[in-house]
């Protein structure tokens, strides 16, 4: 079996850890370099109930997306749930692996995942990183076209159908009969990103975590600036239809897209350098935190219950 250190090396050829924000910290978490890995998990969190079915199953590794520390700590007692799934993780020899911002830059990571699930083509990223060792277009983000344009509510329906189900779904702001055909994705939190989005000229932004201020800032200036077009008078791109409509998603739904990729690409990838290739799973407990939605009584159709 190849050991944890030989697939870590691996997964951060996959993933390169340079690709990530100065503020993020991926990587290897938990474990012992020199502990064998013949199975491995994938999951979006580090959850209490993901920990216990990857222990429960005897894996070796789970590599999530979301990582189970963001901010320093000082300490991994049993007096928090961070500490005692390290303990747990040790006791049972299995190791833990982050893909986060890496993984949302990389090839065939958590953007591209999301926009090829999405029928995106001609993609490119969204803020390209610059990286002299790879032929590959890599950066944050994807941005690209639809083969043919269709109107925002079909391609809305195509996310909602694409995403793993939640109880959350999707929100749409813009006009449903617009037709679309640029798009932009960006897995996970997407606000930040407004001003790049907007200068790519896109007719649809995908992405999570729109929050209210942000995001009704953005659609008062594209309706401000439509309407101007609409008199003739040229600001920001596109006709009459505000651009960019925005579709808002289940923020880890969007990322645990990536894994359909990395279920292929890492057991390959392992067996190609060490001779083995491992068992692989994919745990598909949804962990947005959500578990009912209600009031939700307005179909896609209305207009009048923003």
Excluded at 215 to 229: F, K, V
Aim: hydrophobic share 45%; net charge negative; charged share 20%.
């Amino acid at each position: 079996m190849p050991s944890l250190k030989q697939v870590v090396d691996v997964l951060e050829t996959l993933y390169p850890l340079r690709y990530a924000e100065s503020w993020d910290h991926p990587g290897l978490i938990v474990g012992d370099l020199t502990d064998p890995v013949d199975s491995i998990v994938f999951a979006a969190d580090p959850t209490v109930d993901v920990i216990e079915d990857v222990i429960a199953g005897g894996a070796q590794l789970l590599v999530c997306h979301h990582p189970l520390f963001f901010r320093a700590v000082h300490e991994v007692s049993g007096l928090t749930f961070r500490g005692d799934i390290v303990a747990r993780l040790y006791r049972a020899h299995c190791a833990l692996w982050v893909g986060h911002t890496n993984a949302d830059a990389a090839w065939r990571g958590v953007g591209m995942a999301a926009a090829d699930a999405f029928g995106i083509i001609d993609q490119v990223p969204m803020v390209p990183i610059e990286d002299a060792s790879t032929a590959h277009a890599v950066g944050l983000g994807r941005v690209g076209r639809l083969a043919e344009p269709m109107p925002l509510r079909a391609f809305a329906e195509r996310v909602a159908a694409a995403l793993p189900a939640t109880r959350y779904g999707i929100q749409v702001a813009g006009d449903l009969d617009a037709p679309v055909q640029t798009v932009g994705v960006l897995p996970g939190s997407g606000d930040s990103l407004f001003r790049e989005v907007n200068a790519l000229g896109v007719d649809v932004y995908v992405t999570s975590d729109l929050r209210h201020h942000p995001a009704t800032d953005e659609q008062q200036e594209s309706i401000y600036e439509a309407a101007m077009r609409a008199d003739g008078i040229t600001l920001g791109h596109g006709d009459a239809h505000m651009r960019p409509a925005l579709i808002n998603t289940p923020h880890s739904a969007i990322e645990s897209m990536w894994f359909a990729y990395a279920m292929h690409d890492v057991p390959q990838a392992i067996e190609i350098a060490t001779g083995e290739r491992p068992h692989v799973r994919w745990n598909k407990t949804n962990t947005d935190p959500w578990d009912l939605s209600l009031g939700a009584n307005f179909t896609m159709g209305d207009t009048d219950g923003r």
